[in-house]
């Protein structure tokens, strides 16, 4: 607690001294654009002198000084603002990350999506994607959807007996033959469907 209040102390004043140095580093070019003469004048005469020269190379010197040491302190805000401000995302990020590590943790899943809780990261058409599973049961006669069941397993195994059981409930006392590709049948399916017929 006490860790994270000085952390939080630390980028406030990093944030406020990149805006200090940015005013200052443009009070200062601005200084040295609009008043450069006078500034070369006012600082250059001597004590007491009621009138008096002024090189141009001094006139030079007051304009460029301060543009320059503007410049300078404008570019060390801008550092400082960048190198703050990827402290904080990095903070930011480590937070969110144990937080979501937490959750895992006690729901006991393997995997999280931030953008839809529901989805899972599957194979799909030779990448991983962040999808749904979609299960159809589609009448060979009529072409006719009977059923369909959108899960968020990571592959089609075991959704057979699933499906049978749903297409079972549409057709009630009707036989029924069900035909299913090779990846989604298990030894446990098949028995699930024996069981229930």
């Known amino acids: 607690m006490i860790n994270n209040f000085i952390q939080k102390k630390k980028m406030f004043w ?21 008043h450069d003469k006078e500034n070369a004048l006012n600082n250059s005469r001597p004590k007491g002198a009621s009138s008096w020269s002024t090189s141009d190379e001094a006139i030079k010197a007051f304009t460029y000084l301060p543009i320059l040491s503007g410049l300078l302190l404008l570019i060390l805000a801008i550092i400082i603002f960048t190198i703050t401000f990827y402290f904080w995302i990095k903070n930011t990020s480590v937070h969110e990350l144990q937080v979501m ?14 953008t839809d809780p529901d989805a899972k990261s599957m194979k799909n058409n030779g990448k991983h994607e962040v999808c749904f599973n979609v299960q159809t049961v589609v009448d060979s006669r009529y072409k006719l959807i009977v059923d369909c069941d959108t899960v968020n397993d990571v592959n089609d195994r075991g959704q057979l007996s699933n499906m049978a059981e749903k297409t079972k409930q549409v057709f009630r006392n009707q036989k029924i033959t069900i035909l299913a590709i090779q990846d989604i049948i298990t030894i446990l399916s098949i028995n699930r469907l024996q069981a229930s017929s």
């Open 101 to 114: 590590k937490q959750e895992l943790k006690e729901t006991g899943e393997n995997q999280i999506c931030v």
């Open 14 to 34: 990093s944030f406020f001294s990149s805006i200090a140095f940015s005013i200052i580093g443009q009070i200062l070019i601005f200084n040295g654009l609009l």
